[in-house]
Structure formats: structure tokens, C-alpha cells
Nanobody
């Protein structure tokens, strides 16, 4: 069993930056593929970025070049650095973990981009 706790959300103006963290409890964090998803009001949840157990990454086209996902296995934590933020990045951001057939979600953290 894994528990995921996100932090770092908030309100920033367009063009600003924000960093999210997701701390995972439990063992074998290194064996989980980790990801960030987001869900805007009235829209489906979408993949933002993923990082595998071998540190391979992939991003949604809408965030490429602006967002960076990383992980620190020693701290059981995955990060999402978000730069050049746009109003359309406004959403609840969720941390996600997968190992074999087991999926886990965090409770989400609100990110609002507005002047």
C-alpha cells in the first residue's frame, strides 16, 4: 500500500513558476512508475508528465519545454517544476503511482494561474 501526499500548489500570475512535490509512504518507491495528472473544471483528467523507474520521462505536448518531472528515490518523492505558467494550466494536480497492477492516487493540489 502506498499513500501519496502532494504539496506546493497555489496561486501564481501568468508567466510565473511553481514547484509541486509528492511524498510517498511505504516501501519500494524506486519500483513505482510515477506521474502527474491534472483535471480542470469540466474537463477529463489528463496526463501531464511521467517518470519511469529508469528515470525516462515523457510529457504532454501542452507542457513540453515548460514543465520538468523528477524523482528522488532516497526521499520517496517526485517533483513537478512548472515554468512559464499559463491560465490554461489551472487545474487540480494529482500525483499517481503504478507498480505492476497496483495504481495509487494522491488527493490533489490546486494550481491557479491568474493575475
Amino acid at each position: 500500500q502506498v499513500q501519496l501526499v502532494e504539496s506546493g500548489g497555489g496561486l501564481v500570475p501568468p508567466g510565473g513558476s511553481l514547484g509541486l512535490s509528492c511524498a510517498a509512504s511505504g516501501n519500494f518507491f524506486y519500483a513505482y512508475s510515477m506521474a502527474w495528472y491534472r483535471q480542470a473544471p469540466g474537463k477529463q483528467r489528463e496526463l501531464v508528465a511521467r517518470i519511469t523507474t529508469t528515470f525516462s520521462t515523457n510529457y504532454a505536448d501542452s507542457v513540453k519545454g515548460r514543465f520538468t518531472i523528477s524523482r528522488d528515490n532516497a526521499k520517496n518523492t517526485v517533483y513537478l517544476q512548472m515554468n512559464s505558467l499559463k491560465p490554461e494550466d489551472t487545474a487540480v494536480y494529482f500525483c499517481f503511482a503504478r507498480r505492476m497492477n497496483d495504481d495509487y492516487w494522491g488527493q490533489g493540489t490546486q494550481v491557479t494561474i491568474s493575475s
